[in-house]
Nanobody
């Protein structure tokens, strides 16, 4: 089965950096588009960054130039490097895997989330 496990969250000061990791199990990582989403208290879950199986990336305007998504197919892991963190980046960050471009009958998969708190 497909499982996604996030790690790397924590408490960081404004302007600081964190790197989130999403380790996956299962056999469909390489054909899945991967994404990072976040949800702040009282807010809807929003897309932060995504990377396709071909390495194409997209970012939310709010994180453009500060965050970088990458993937290591050898490790079945996707990363989110977060620099110049702001208070408004505080949220639970979720990893998402979407294999449906190549496997239309599959659903997307979610991790349990990791808390990122930006505070002085």
């Amino acid at each position: 089965q497909v499982q996604l496990v996030e790690s790397g969250g924590g408490l960081v000061q404004p302007g600081g950096s964190l790197r989130l990791s999403c380790a996956t199990s299962g056999s469909i990582f390489t054909i899945s588009a991967m994404g990072w989403y976040r949800q702040a208290p009282g807010k809807e879950r929003e897309l932060v960054a995504q990377i396709t199986s071909r390495g194409e990336t997209n970012y939310a305007d709010s994180v453009k130039g500060r965050f970088t998504i990458s993937r290591d197919n050898a490790k079945n892991t996707v990363y989110l490097q977060m620099n110049s963190l702001k208070l408004e980046d505080t949220a639970v960050y979720y990893c998402n895997g979407d294999p449906t471009y190549y496997l239309p009958r599959h659903r997307t998969y979610w991790g349990q989330g990791t808390q990122v708190t930006v505070s002085s």
